[in-house]
C-alpha cells in the first residue's frame, strides 16, 4: 500500500480538477497538475524506491493522463527533481527560523537541529523519498544534494559569524561536516526504522555538533 503524504507540511493536494469547459486559466490547471504530480511521484518513490517507478505510474497514481504529464514535466527526473527542489526549499525555511532570535550557541543549534528533524519526522514519506530513495538518482541528485547541504552549511556559519564575530575560526568545512553527518544519521534512521524518533537524534547530536563547532570566544549556554 502506497503511504500518503501529510497534507500543509511539504506538499498539499488540490483539489480534482472539474470535469467538462471550466474557468480555470490555463496557468492554474498546469499548477494543479504539476502538484498532484509531484506529490505521487514522491510517495511511489518513498514505497517502491526510484527505479520501480515511471511516468505511466506517476500519472495513474495522481489520477491524470500520460498526455497531461507531459505538458507537466519532461519526464520522470524533472518531476521528480522540482518535487525535491520544494523539499529543500522547506527544510531551508524550516532551519532559519531559528536563526532569527539566537540566545546562544549551544541553543541555536539546538534549535536548527529540533527544526530540521522535526520537520522531517512531520511527514516521513516525503522525508523517506528525498533522503533515502532520491540516491538513486545519480549524478545529478548527488549535485543537487550538496549544492543544498554546503548552502544550508554557508547559512549557518554566515550567521553566526555576525552575531558572534569571534567564532570566525571556525572553518566552513566544519560545519559542512556536521551538516553531512546529521543528514546521514537522519538517513539511516528513516531507512532502518517504520517510526524513528529523529527528535531523540536531535537531543543526542547537539552537545557534539556544539563542540565541533565552538569557535575560541562563543559564550556558553547560559
Request: glycine share 6%; with cysteine.
Amino acid at each position: 500500500m502506497v503511504e500518503r503524504i501529510r497534507e500543509g507540511v511539504f506538499f498539499t493536494t488540490p483539489p480534482a480538477l472539474p470535469r467538462g469547459r471550466h474557468p480555470m486559466a490555463r496557468d492554474d490547471v498546469v499548477a494543479t497538475q504539476r502538484e498532484r504530480l509531484m506529490i505521487a511521484g514522491t510517495e511511489l518513490m518513498a514505497a517502491d524506491g526510484y527505479r520501480s517507478v515511471g511516468v505511466r505510474e506517476i500519472a495513474a497514481h495522481a489520477r491524470i493522463s500520460r498526455a497531461a504529464f507531459y505538458e507537466c514535466f519532461a519526464d520522470k527526473d524533472a518531476c521528480v527533481f522540482a518535487a525535491y527542489d520544494r523539499f529543500i526549499e522547506v527544510l531551508l525555511g524550516a532551519v532559519a527560523a531559528p536563526l532569527e532570535s539566537p540566545v546562544d550557541w549551544p541553543s541555536t543549534v539546538n534549535g536548527v537541529l529540533e527544526a530540521y528533524l522535526a520537520t522531517l519526522e512531520s511527514d516521513l514519506v516525503v522525508a523517506r523519498a528525498f533522503q533515502v530513495e532520491m540516491d538513486a538518482l545519480g549524478r545529478e541528485a548527488r549535485d543537487k544534494r550538496r549544492e543544498a547541504l554546503t548552502g544550508m552549511a554557508a547559512v549557518l556559519k554566515a550567521r553566526r559569524d555576525e552575531i558572534w564575530p569571534d567564532a570566525r575560526d571556525v572553518a566552513l568545512d566544519a560545519y559542512i561536516g556536521a551538516v553531512y553527518a546529521i543528514r546521514q544519521l537522519a538517513s539511516d534512521a528513516l531507512d532502518e526504522r517504520a517510526e524513528p524518533d529523529l527528535l531523540d537524534l536531535s537531543r543526542r547530536a547537539e552537545p557534539w555538533i556544539a563542540r565541533l563547532l565552538t569557535g575560541s570566544s562563543v559564550p556558553a549556554r547560559g
